[in-house]
């Protein structure tokens, strides 16, 4: 299946964060499985995470550490799939922020920008799974990162919805 950019989904709880001057991108797919639990979903996407991501999170932690930015390492970090999620709890290393029938929202602030993810679906039998996300920068080290990040965000966004696609194909 396709990974399209789209708009955010009307419906998604990260509207409330959006203000003008903030990043924010949203790449949709459709899955063949449905009514999963949005847990289980984003478990999918940001559990298991291939080598050359791994590499390039590697990477980045080198490079911002010199700056006092948290690294992946300094996060607390699950990739144990469970159920239920509660927020709270890393899946990997990004902290759940809210969970509901047909959207989560992980983040984490820091000095330089604040940031969350959604995965999001219309209704638990919708095909269409979206995978959003919103980045608000504080300073000038923010604004300079997150240009320096955009195309591999935009790489890593499409290759995970690629991958949930086949692993949920029927």
Known sequence: ???RKTDLAAGSEL???????????CYAT?????GLPMEEIAQRIFIGLPAWINALLA???????????????QLPTNNDRRSPVKVGEPINFLCVRSISENEILLGEDDAHLDFKISV?????????????T????????GRVYLRAIARFHV???????????????A
Do not use: C, P, Y
Not at 124 to 129: E, F, K, L, P, V
Not at 134 to 141: A, P, S
């Open 155 to 169: 790489m890593i966004v499409k290759s995970r919805l690629s991958s949930l696609s086949r692993e949920l194909a």
């Open 15 to 25: 509207h409330r964060f959006v203000r003008a001057g903030d990043f924010l991108d």
């Open 120 to 132: 999001f679906r219309e209704t638990a039998d919708s095909q269409r799974i979206s995978l959003a």
């Open 59 to 73: 990477t980045r932690d080198l490079g911002v550490r010199v700056f006092g930015l948290k690294t992946t390492a």
């Open 1 to 3: 299946m396709a990974v």
């Open 30 to 34: 459709d899955i063949e499985r449905t």
């Open 134 to 141: 919103w980045v608000h920068t504080h300073n000038r080290l």
